[in-house]
């Protein structure tokens, strides 16, 4: 039987996550994939970075990635969204984003995916328990809401904070900053809490979905809860993940997420929903 060609991968963004899930599938860790390109905005330094790796990827601007592989993780700031995604999507290749809350802006690229065979994949990232999010909506879900919960340097710098002059660096107590939908969430806090955009599309979508954002600083973890009603039962979830550490807004488990759904695209046997 002729084994199937490796799927190439190419990764937008040498960040806390790129960079372990650009290590991950050069160093193996994915059967049945290969690292082809990288991206980054310092190519410099992105190439000090490949140099040491089994094969170094070649190092491609964003709009390159889709020439030359089939699975493009988009790991870059959501300001480059909309110009990488609408290529990937163009070429009918396979978008695996981690700005998931920029997603929500550009429904129409899930309709030209449609057109194109193109697929988006989003990983389950920070949180826990998607698979029961999508199994109960099948049925009918009533309520969804998720409360995040960050020290405050994983929140700084937030658009929502500074339009809202909210000042959180000297903090002796949690403090309610956001309560809206995964709408509100995803534009007030576009680097902190893609999980809110994740677990929409998961669920009842960004209006219903409801959010709750905190600055905690009685905590060293990023805490993700979710509670959940629908016609199937009850359910609810929560998660401490401990930040990355060169990137306190996002935990370490979320590269972990993307190497694990790379794993799921090749594996002969997957487990869940």
Same mark, same amino acid.
């Given at each position: ?11 937008? *963004? ?74 990937? $999507? ?30 988006? $994949?989003?990983?389950? *990232? ?12 099948? *049925? ?27 000042? $959180? ?62 016609? +199937? ?17 996002? *935990? ?20 869940? +929903?």
């Amino acid at each position: 039987m002729t084994q199937a060609p490796d799927l190439r991968v190419a990764i937008a *963004g040498l960040g806390a996550i790129g960079l372990r899930a650009a290590k991950a599938v050069d160093a193996g860790e994915v059967p049945g994939m290969r690292l082809t390109a990288v991206s980054a905005k310092d190519r410099t330094r992105a190439a000090r970075r490949v140099a040491e790796f089994r094969t170094p990827p070649d190092i491609l601007p964003l709009e390159g990635l889709a020439e030359v592989a089939d699975v493009i993780v988009e790991c870059a700031p959501a300001a480059v969204f909309p110009d990488l995604a609408a290529g990937v $999507i163009a070429k009918g290749r396979c978008l695996m984003p981690l700005s998931v809350g920029a997603l929500l802006n550009h429904p129409d690229l899930i309709e030209q995916a449609k057109q194109t065979g193109a697929k988006i $994949i989003v990983p389950t *990232g920070a949180l826990i328990g998607l698979d029961t999010v999508r199994a109960m909506a099948v *049925g009918t879900i009533h309520t969804v809401t998720l409360q995040t919960r960050k020290p405050p340097n994983g929140l700084a710098g937030a658009p929502h904070l500074t339009d809202n002059n909210i000042d $959180i660096s000297n903090l002796t107590e949690p403090l309610c900053v956001l309560r809206g939908s995964a709408r509100d969430a995803a534009r007030g806090f576009p680097a902190n809490v893609n999980v809110a955009a994740a677990l929409a599309l998961a669920g009842i979508g960004p209006e219903d979905t409801q959010v709750e954002v905190w600055a905690d600083p009685t905590i060293d973890r990023n805490i993700q809860s979710v509670t959940i009603k629908s016609d +199937s039962g009850e359910a609810t979830m929560t998660m401490n993940n401990i930040p990355s550490d060169d990137n306190p807004r996002t *935990g370490r488990i979320v590269a972990n997420s993307v190497i694990a759904t790379l794993q799921r695209m090749t594996a002969p046997m997957v487990a869940g +929903s």
